[in-house]
């Protein structure tokens, strides 16, 4: 299904007085516009510049098209449970620089697989699209913007499908949305990233141990790659390339015995371990994808201490990685992604969402974004040029 383009259906018209100057009557004249009802919500885990859309989103709607805007409290939750707030000019200013979201967000409110609790305390995936659908007609939405990564944009998918007119932002650290170069929240993760990997180097060097370090992504080693070249880390795992163990256990003794007495590890938390797969930390029914992924950063160290005889300690940035104020980059990511959103809603091009191609923000389906992950191909040239000076994929 393409991105349909058509005229907003829905219009509230309120007037208001314009005195008719060049008569010189006095009398009043009444003008009529037509005030669009916007809907916006951020879904899935936060991550830092969702504020600087929720306000390039809020400004020129209410500034240029005298649009009202809804904020949708904690994601499709908050669709599903009909909690809102009108949104003004005081609610979206000052918030460019503050990370999370001023609305709210949960990765657990997949309106089509939504965990209700039953009287005796056990857990119930049901379907509340009705819900959903209610609601943003009750609000007299004429428009949804929704601001997340592949689970947002496929809730998106399916709620246009329902009749709903949706426009969407690619949101995520881990840069795993396709149709987009890249996605915001991204650039903060692997500086934050980044700069743990440069603290690690000096007491992995002043210890002489080996430093793993474990980051976000899931199935995606967008961030592990980066952070990993950028910090000069001597082995990078990521899910895309299998590993061997000899082959790590080989570069850290190699390295140890040159004199070079420390060794630095980033891994992907969706990294597959040899004969045992990817790590799982644990499983919630309550989300789509039950799964969460972690400890992976713990079973390598484990495995370099016992096998390669060399000290190892292990570091999970975590939530970290999600937190605090966005980068400069972000920040302008965000803000120019927003600015499209509304520009997209007002054209009335739905089922679109916007994205970053060659540096221009441009308009792609929603439907082709979700078409599949977008991965880290083994031979990308960000990884061609961190083995061209040395780093290890656990793979040679």
């Known amino acids: 299904m393409r991105a349909t383009s058509k005229p907003i259906e829905r219009n509230i018209s309120v007037q208001h007085e314009c005195t008719a100057h060049a008569t010189g009557s006095g009398e009043n004249e009444m003008a009529t516009r037509t005030t669009m009802r916007v809907g916006i919500l951020t879904g899935g885990g936060d991550c830092p510049g969702l504020n600087a859309v929720i306000r390039a989103v809020a400004k020129p709607a209410m500034n240029e098209h005298n649009a009202r805007i809804i904020g949708i409290e904690d994601g499709f939750e908050g669709l599903v449970e009909g909690r809102m707030r009108e949104l003004t000019n005081r609610d979206v200013s000052g918030i460019l620089n503050l990370g999370g979201t001023i609305l709210g967000t949960s990765n657990k409110g997949d309106p089509w697989h939504y965990p209700t ?149 980033c891994v992907g938390e969706g990294a597959q371990c040899p004969d045992v797969g990817e790590i799982v930390k644990s499983y919630d029914v309550k989300r789509t994808d039950a799964k969460q992924l972690g400890g992976v950063g713990e079973f390598v160290a484990r495995r370099i201490t016992e096998d390669a005889d060399l000290e190892t300690r292990v570091t999970v940035l975590g939530h970290l990685q999600r937190g605090g104020s966005p980068t400069a980059f972000d920040r302008i990511l965000a803000t120019r992604l927003g600015a499209k959103a509304i520009e997209l809603a007002a054209q009335g091009q739905f089922g679109a969402m916007a994205a970053l191609k060659a540096n221009d923000i441009v308009s792609v389906p929603i439907e082709e974004a979700i078409s599949q992950l977008k991965l880290v191909p083994p031979d990308h040239q960000i990884v061609r040029a961190a083995r061209a000076v040395g780093t290890s994929f656990g793979d040679e």
């Open 117 to 265: 609790e039953k009287v005796d305390g056990s857990i119930e995936i049901v379907d509340t699209s009705h819900r959903v659908l209610r609601n943003y007609r009750r609000w007299g939405l004429d428009v949804l913007i929704a601001i997340g990564g592949d689970g947002t944009m496929n809730i998106c998918h399916q709620c246009g499908q329902l009749g709903m007119n949706i426009v969407g932002v690619p949101k995520t650290i881990d840069n795993d949305l396709m149709s987009t170069d890249l996605t915001f929240g991204h650039d903060t993760a692997v500086h934050i990233a980044t700069e743990a990997i440069d603290r690690l180097h000096t007491t992995a060097s002043s210890h002489h141990r080996v430093m793993v370090i474990e980051v976000m992504g899931r199935y995606a080693g967008w961030i592990a790659l980066s952070a990993g070249l950028a910090g000069g880390a001597d082995i990078i795992l990521i899910p895309e390339i299998p590993f061997r163990w000899d082959s790590i256990f080989r570069k850290v003794r190699e390295r140890s015995f040159q004199g070079k007495r420390f060794s630095i590890v």
